[in-house]
């Protein structure tokens, strides 16, 4: 079994749509949560980051993690084509120092 | 401010060729990644260096080695390529425990 499962999809919305992305996990230790983005053939990019449990809100995007059941979701509201991407969470925590583990990632396609 | 780069963007091998993937940061980073992205896979990591002088193995070392040359250079050798290889490879690096990494472009290898 994987220790951040993500369900690959692929994800299609029409524009304006919200949209959710989900990770769990099952290493207890994890603290330090991320979602990158990725646009085809490009290097992942940051999007969000939150430390523990919580939200955090950045403009169209929200992240939660809910540490007690393992689980941090990306909202992304009113959807714009330029979405369209693989969004991958990674995660870390104590034990592992800096090393990230990645989520499979989910390809999203925004359609005007 | 570059960031990560890498060289080459293509690569096409023979089964049994052997290459050099480098990669060099300039953001002072400490630590430094390989990764290799393949369908259904997510990314996974191949060595990383917690810093200058130092090198481990990640979830699939096997066929490759690494040099950590300086602070900034972080190079991936594939001795005796095989077709498994064939990926999409991707250097890293970041600061400190928790910090969220920052990617490079990608390799983009073909062994035949």
Known sequence: QKEVEQ??????????????????????????????RQYSRKGPELLMYTYSSGNKEDGRFTAQVDKSSKYISLFIRDSQPS????????MTGETSGSRLTFGEGTQLTVNP | NAG??????FQVLKTGQSM???CAQD??????????????MGLRLIYYSASEGTTDKGEVPNGYNVSRLNKREFSLRLESAAPSQTSVYF???????GDTQYFGPGTRLTVL
């Open chain 1, 7 to 36: 369900d690959p999809g692929p994800l299609s919305v029409p524009e304006g749509a919200i949209v959710s992305l989900n990770c769990t996990y099952s290493n207890s230790a994890f603290q330090y949560f991320m979602w990158y």
């Open chain 1, 83 to 90: 979405d369209s991407a693989t969004y991958l969470c990674a």
């Open chain 2, 4 to 9: 990560v780069t890498q060289t080459p963007k």
């Open chain 2, 20 to 22: 050099t993937l480098q």
């Open chain 2, 27 to 40: 953001m002072n980073h400490n630590s430094m990644y390989w990764y290799r992205q393949d369908p259904g």
């Open chain 2, 91 to 97: 250097c890293a690096s970041n600061s400190v425990v």
